[in-house]
Structure formats: C-alpha cells, structure tokens
C-alpha cells in the first residue's frame, strides 16, 4: 500500500480544508499520514477515528527563530524517516520549504500546495520582504534537481513564483481551491423580503486584513441612512497574526443592535442559507476562500475584492460584487444594491450554484490531484 504524508501548518487548517481529500485518497487504497501541530484534542480524536496516523510536528506559524526552525526540520526528518512515505503533499510556506529541502536529500516525490502567500506575499515591511527574498532562494536551490509540482490557488502567487524563477514554470500549477462537497452545500434560494431588511454574513479568521472594520462601517452608515441591513459575524481568533483583532475590539462591534457576534462556529452551511450575501472585502493574500465558495454553492450572492484567487470565484455583476480594496464606499454601494434589490440576489445566487459545480467541485479538485499523484509516483518508479 502507498503511503502519504501530508505536511501542515494548523490542525484546524486541515480539518476544515482537507479532511475529505484526504479521506479520498484513504478511500482510494492510500495510507494516510499527516504531520502538523497539534492543539485541539477533539480534532486529534476526529482524526484518528477517521483512520489517520497523525505525527505530531510543533510548529510556529510566525516564528522566525533560525534555531527553532532548525528543530523543526529536524523533527519532521525524523517523521519522515519513521514514515517512510511515497509521495509528501505540503501545504503553506513553512511546511512547503521544509518538505522541499527534506524530498530532495530523501529522493521522495513532492507536490506544494500555495493557498495564497498572505502576509509573506504582499507586505512590503523589510523582515517580510527580507523573508521573501530567504524563503525563495531556498526554495529555488533544492528545487533545482527535483521532480516537485507546486499547486496555486491565485494568479499572482504563480506569477511571482514565475518571475523570480523560484521553480521552474512547467511544474507550476493552477488550482481552484479546496474543492467542496455539493451534497453538504446543497442550493437553497433565499426567501426574505425587502422589508425585513438585508441579513450580511461575514465568515473568517479574525484578521484586520480581512476587511471586517471597513465592512461594519459600511453597514453602519447604511442604517444612519435608513437602509435596513444587519451583519453576523463568525470567526476565529488568531493571536500568531500581527494583525489579528483581540476580543476586546469585536465585543465593541458587537455593542451595536445591527451586529450579532456568533464566535466559533460549525454550523457555517446553516449560517449562509439564513443570510442573503456573504461578504470578504479581504486585502490579504487570498487563495480561494473557502467561505465564498461555499456561500455560492448554498445560493448566495457573494461580495469581495478582485485578490487572489477571490476573482476566480466571484465574477462581477454575474454572481456578486467584486469591490475596491480598502473603500468604504464601494462596500456600501454594492450592500444598497441588493438590499434593494431581492430578485438580484436569487438571480446571483443560481450563478454562482452553477459556477461552483463546474469549476470548485470536490470530485474536479479531487481529479486534479490524483493525476499529479499518479504522474509523480508513476516519474518515481521510472
């Protein structure tokens, strides 16, 4: 039986992004090892159950300790050799380089997943761009002799990695997103009234480059207008990000009457079908948000910026708003227009259904990787 490692950042990451490729690829005859950290002990357990091998692999997200990072190469070496696997499928930057330098001294087979750079990709403060300049050129020197694939969920994370000739371009890849379940997601058309008002969801890790502040402003000065619209807002914290918002700062939203503060939740599907659009006015290094793509399958209107992969999955005036990054207005401009409008948001919502059954499925994400896994596997045996 072939074995596969898969390498990540976050336990939540892969339990919200990659648990049902990866019980695919279980279904499909393969073993099943993922190495990441380890930090909720219900999703270890879930795992487990699933018939996972988890190793545990302590890393830091945001560290930039040489020395830290030295031990973290040093262990997930160790889970490698225990592992012994196949084919190592990574995912983010730190796993991605790690992985990459690891495949090369072990002559395993390596595909890196690129969900969007984030932070690493668009900041222009010097210990990013310093970062950047490191990561790369690491990344260019072991890649140079080795049959690794690269994955992109944006075009400009794949430009950038085409114009700094960090791996060569014919083993650059575009994919488009996690891929989602169209059963779990099934359409539901929205039903609400004008007079009810407008019901925003904004779903995400609580990041201030997300575009939460802009997007309640915008709600906020649409009610002084006298333009009804309320906004939920679910999320997680996330204290490794310099940008993260404290609790403190969402509870002062939450004071207003038109903001419902949900928290943590698992019952995002529910959340979308109660709410007419669902809104990421997001600045930072998208791939394909995974609650957009969700939010079109279930039948909503979606509104974002054209970053990242975010274009991909919302196409302007077809089946949401793309708006301008940073601008207040542009968020409320296009609110107003739905809020007025309930036949827009069905007639946005039935195209974006059809666009995420013909690009964003499961089973054409799912395709798209195990050809690579056969190509590789198949390059390994040669």
């Not at 560290?63 to 160790?78: A, D, G, T, V």
């Not at 919302?314 to 207040?328: H, I, Q, T």
Request: proline share 4%; net charge positive; with cysteine.
């Amino acid at each position: 039986m072939k074995k596969f490692l898969y390498v990540i950042n976050a336990d939540w990451y892969f339990d919200l992004h990659w648990v049902e490729r990866a019980l695919y690829f279980k279904d499909e005859g393969y073993e099943i090892h993922i190495a990441m950290p380890i930090n909720d002990p219900l999703i270890l357990d879930r795992l487990n159950q699933l018939g996972f091998s988890i190793h545990a692999l302590p890393l830091e997200r945001t560290s930039m300790s040489i020395f830290n990072e030295l031990k973290i190469l040093i262990k997930l070496k160790k889970i490698i050799m225990l592992v012994r696997p196949d084919l190592i499928h990574s995912v983010t930057i730190k796993p991605n380089l790690y992985s990459t330098i690891l495949c090369r001294f072990n002559k395993i087979p390596l595909i890196s997943t690129y969900p969007g750079l984030g932070t690493l990709g668009v900041s222009k403060k010097l210990k990013y761009t310093l970062s950047r300049k490191i990561i790369f050129s690491i990344l260019r020197a072991f890649s140079s002799n080795q049959q690794n694939i690269a994955f992109f969920e944006n075009d400009e994370d794949l430009s950038l990695f085409c114009d700094k000739k960090v791996i060569p371009t014919s083993r650059l890849e575009r994919v488009f997103g996690a891929g989602i379940n169209l059963e779990s997601f099934s359409f539901s058309p929205s039903y609400r009234e004008n007079s009810e008002g407008l019901n925003v969801f904004f779903a995400s890790r609580l990041l201030k480059n997300k575009g939460l502040t802009l997007l309640f402003d915008s709600v906020k000065e649409l009610n002084e207008q006298g333009v009804k619209v309320h906004l939920k807002i679910a999320g997680i914290f996330d204290s490794d990000s310099p940008f993260a918002y404290t609790a403190e700062e969402i509870d002062k939203m939450a004071i207003y009457p038109f903001v419902d503060w949900l928290g943590k939740r698992s019952d995002i599907k529910n959340l979308i079908s109660e709410s007419d659009v669902v809104c990421l006015p997001t600045t930072y290094g998208e791939g394909v948000p995974r609650i957009l793509i969700e939010s079109c399958a279930v039948g909503r209107p979606i509104i974002t910026t054209p970053l990242g992969g975010c274009k991909d999955i919302c196409l302007d005036g077809l089946n949401g708003f793309l708006v301008e990054p940073n601008s207040r207005q542009s968020i409320s401009l296009a609110l107003k227009k739905l809020a007025l409008n309930h036949a827009l948001i069905n007639e946005y919502g039935f195209n974006g259904r059809k666009l995420v059954e013909s690009k964003f499925s499961n089973q054409s994400v799912f395709e798209q990787h195990k050809d690579k896994y056969r190509f590789m596997l198949t390059e390994n045996e040669v």
